[in-house]
């Protein structure tokens, strides 16, 4: 990973829009089905919103109908963090970005093989790179 970035309330609010502030910095969610990502088939690298660190490929996404763009796999492992998060009286596992700290989502051990696992996560909190 690369260096941290770190910026003051005042660069994020000029570098994002409002609906990715509210998500990468505040730990917002976007209404199920509506993200700009949910319904996209295109071939190419998902990249965190906030940054521009590679976080998803094309290749490990599927509709797992919950709503928001799912991810069996992360591109770069390193480029996410995980953290416990005990909001909405239940203990879920928040993804951020290992660049910025922007929330992304959760994590659910409720996704297909090979992992098993479902990164259910923020179209606002991402930018597609599309190969």
């Known amino acids: 990973m690369a260096k941290k970035i770190e910026k003051t309330k005042e660069q994020w609010k000029k570098d994002l ?11 917002g969610t976007e209404s199920p089905f509506t993200g700009e990502y949910y319904h996209n088939k295109e071939t190419g690298t998902y990249l965190c919103a906030g940054c521009g660190s590679e976080l998803f490929s094309s290749e490990h996404k599927y509709d797992s109908g919950s ?3 799912s991810f ?20 879920r596992t928040e993804i951020r970005c290992a660049g910025c700290g922007g929330h992304l989502g959760h ?11 479902r990164y259910c996560v923020n179209s606002a909190s991402l ?3 599309k190969e």
Do not use: A, C
């Open 67 to 69: 709503g928001w763009p």
């Open 127 to 129: 930018k597609f790179r």
């Open 17 to 27: 829009t409002p609906e990715q502030y509210h998500v990468l910095r505040e730990k």
């Open 72 to 91: 069996f796999l992360p591109l770069r492992k390193e480029n996410i963090e995980e953290k416990e998060d005990p909001s909405f009286f239940m203990t």
């Open 107 to 117: 994590v659910f051990d409720d996704g297909p093989d090979p992992t098993g696992l």
